[in-house]
C-alpha cells in the first residue's frame, strides 16, 4: 500500500489551454499535498502549447508522453525540449506507428548487425536517446527480449553513438 502516486499525467491538452491550466493548477496541489511526486502530460504534440504549460506551470512537467510517428514529425523539437529541461520523454505506439520502417531492409539489417530484432533495435534508439519507449507486449517472448535489451544497456553497452 501506498500513500501517493510516483506520477500524474494528464491524458491530453484540454479544449482550451486555460482550461489545461486550471486542471494543471489541479494536478499542482496534489504534489504539494504530498498525494503526487511527478506531474506530465500525454498527447500534446503542440510544441507551442508544451512550451507554455511548462512556462506558466509553478510545478513544471517532468514527463512527456506521445505517439512516437511521422506524422508528428517524431516530435523532434519537443524531445530536444525536453532534453534540454530534464524532462522524461516517453514514447507510446512506437513499435506499431512504424512498422513500415521496421520492415525495410537497411533497418533489418542493421538489427541484425546488433544482434537485435527490428523491434528492440527501435527500442535501444530510443534508450540511447534517453527516452522511454512504453512497451505494451503481451507476449512472454517480446517481453524477454525487451529485459535483455535493457539489461545490455545497463552493462553499458553502446548499441548506437549519440
Not at 26 to 39: H, N, P
Not at 141 to 156: N, P
Request: hydrophobic residues 35%; proline residues 3%; aromatic residues 12%.
Amino acid at each position: 500500500q501506498t500513500d501517493y502516486l510516483d506520477s500524474l499525467l494528464l491524458h491530453s491538452p484540454m479544449s482550451s489551454f486555460d482550461d489545461t491550466m486550471t486542471v494543471w493548477r489541479t494536478f499542482e496541489s496534489f504534489v504539494d499535498d504530498g498525494k503526487v511526486r511527478r506531474l506530465g502530460i500525454s498527447n500534446c504534440d503542440d510544441y507551442k502549447m508544451f512550451t507554455k504549460l511548462y512556462d506558466q506551470a509553478r510545478i513544471k512537467p517532468s514527463v512527456l508522453q506521445n505517439r512516437f510517428y511521422e506524422a508528428s514529425g517524431f516530435d523532434v523539437g519537443l524531445r530536444q525540449f525536453c532534453k534540454k529541461n530534464g524532462i522524461t520523454y516517453q514514447s507510446f505506439w512506437t513499435l506499431t506507428a512504424n512498422m513500415k520502417a521496421l520492415a525495410t531492409p537497411e533497418i533489418k539489417m542493421l538489427a541484425k548487425e546488433k544482434k537485435l530484432s527490428p523491434q528492440t533495435l527501435m527500442y535501444a534508439f530510443m534508450l540511447s536517446q534517453g527516452h522511454t519507449p512504453l512497451d505494451g507486449t503481451t507476449d512472454s517472448k517480446h517481453m524477454a527480449e525487451d529485459v535483455a535489451l535493457m539489461q545490455r544497456f545497463l552493462d553499458g553497452e553502446e548499441l548506437f553513438n549519440t
